[in-house]
């Protein structure tokens, strides 16, 4: 023998040249001076998985060097149909050990929160500290050091806790809430604790951390364990190579893990936590009247390039885009007037600039004649214009400028409520976008979006059409 190999913390899943150890034992392989002309792989499961091993094995062989495996009582030779039944055997059985070491540490883990209470990691709450909870129970894990750890009250960050609680149950929305927290100027969880949020940067209050404040049921003093797992996205299921980037994901209420007793100091009661996720908004409104908006993902602000969003108001439907603000914050200085139309009079101003849209009904088949033209409107301060829904690069984006009369396509001016059509010219109207061109979502422009996707499919071909079995 004269080296080892091996590999510690690094999973199986990964191919042998993004391990350290087994990337580097490749290396040495492939050196005409190498010092070695076996490699024995003491256990099969702890090296390859699935169909890794036959191409390591291959790759080997083109070295002139032989695998040898335990299970075969010396090397490995493809050629075999006995040593490729073997191989299939042994790498079923590694995905079988991996199955079954996942089923029992999510049991133990399972079980040490609903019968013991005990925290297993993470960061805490906002509005709660680690504190030490004494010497692990497991001799050995206490030998090496290993102290369990609980949850206590944080005196600077409970009192906003129970008033966000409090608010809640007097009918606040959620964003109300925020906005008053970040007018009163306090500080935001990541900005509260930066040492654990280093991923965060936005120090002020949104929506949603209101929101996951509120329905999250350990203030009541319960541990709770297993409201999300991470979905590796995984096109072949156990091939992390396949994988399209990892994501949170809900679990239902029904695989949540909940304590048995209260394991640590409450900030909200049982039932006031209960009554607060009973207030929130409803999908019909109390008049029992259904509000639809048959414009939908249609409309563009010509401000910012977003979507504009649907908007209720004096009982009609309508559409607005605030330019990315929220009710959580104020608005920044500086910022442009937000863009509103009601839905009745932009299907009447339409019709009026376009004789091709005389004869369409109602904002339904209007929304209906976007859609199959594959158009869009987008919208000013007074202005309508339709255009194509995607420019694909910046050699087919010719902008022109909606003041020009001369400009191919129409342009409405609502403040004088006089618009005068004109010719319908080419789809592609004038947009204060990048000249890159516009994509249908809301994130910025990326001028080079094309290259860099063109880039990447040469570099990972496969990848973005594999389909989830």
């Known amino acids: 023998m004269v080296a080892e190999f091996f590999d510690e913390g690094w999973s ?14 490749l290396a040495a392989a492939a050196n005409p001076a190498c010092e070695f002309d076996a490699v024995v792989v003491a256990e099969f499961e702890r090296a390859f998985t699935a169909g890794q091993a036959q191409s390591v094995i291959a790759q080997l062989n083109a070295y002139g060097v032989q695998l040898w495996l335990p299970e075969l009582e010396g090397p490995v030779d493809l050629a075999e149909p006995e040593h490729r039944a073997m191989l299939k055997m042994l790498g079923h059985q590694s995905q079988r050990e991996v199955l079954r070491n996942r089923f029992r540490t999510s049991a133990a883990m399972a079980a040490q929160v609903r019968e013991q209470g005990r925290n297993l990691g993470g960061r805490p709450p906002y509005g709660y500290l680690l504190v030490d909870a004494g010497p692990h129970p497991n001799k050995v894990h206490a030998k090496w050091g290993r102290r369990l750890h609980r949850l206590d009250i944080d005196p600077v960050a409970a009192p906003h806790v129970r008033w966000i609680f409090a608010c809640r149950l007097q009918g606040c929305s959620v964003s109300s809430i925020a906005r008053a927290l970040n007018e009163r100027g306090v500080p935001s969880p990541s900005a509260h604790d930066p040492e654990r949020n280093p991923h965060r940067r936005r120090t002020v209050w949104t929506l949603r951390t209101v929101a996951a404040i509120l329905a999250n049921p350990r ?18 299921p156990g091939d992390k190579r396949s994988s399209m980037g990892p994501v949170r994901v809900w679990n239902p209420r029904s695989d949540w893990v909940v304590s048995a007793e209260q394991t640590h100091p409450e900030l909200v009661s049982a039932a006031d936590y209960l009554a607060a996720q009973g207030i929130t908004a409803v999908a019909e409104p109390d008049s029992g009247q259904v509000r639809r908006y048959a414009l939908t993902g249609l409309l563009i602000c010509a401000v910012c390039g977003r979507r504009m969003s649907a908007h209720w108001l004096n009982r009609k439907p309508g559409y607005r885009c605030r330019h990315g603000h929220t009710s959580a914050q104020l608005a920044a200085e500086g910022m442009p007037p937000w863009v509103y139309w009601p839905q009745e009079r932009l299907f009447s101003t339409l019709q009026a600039l ?33 255009e194509d829904a995607i420019v694909e690069s910046a050699d087919e984006f010719d902008p022109v400028t909606p003041a020009d009369p001369g400009a191919d396509g129409y342009t409405a001016t609502v403040a004088d409520q006089s618009p005068v059509p004109a010719q319908r010219g080419p ?38 059409r594999v389909k989830r079995e």
């Open 354 to 386: 376009d004789a091709e849209l005389a004869d369409l009904g109602d904002a339904e088949d209007l929304g209906a004649y976007l859609r199959a033209n594959d158009l869009v409107v987008v919208c000013g301060s007074g202005t309508l214009e339709i």
């Open 12 to 25: 199986r899943s990964l191919p042998w040249t993004r391990r350290p150890q087994a990337a580097a034992l």
């Open 427 to 464: 789809a592609q109207l004038a947009l204060p976008f990048t000249v890159g061109g516009r994509r249908r979502g809301r994130g910025p422009v990326v001028p080079d979006a094309v290259a860099i996707r063109k880039a990447w499919t040469a570099e990972n071909p496969g990848r973005n």
């Open 219 to 236: 203030y009541t003093g319960q541990q709770v364990w297993n409201r999300q797992f991470t979905d590796h996205r995984e096109a072949v």
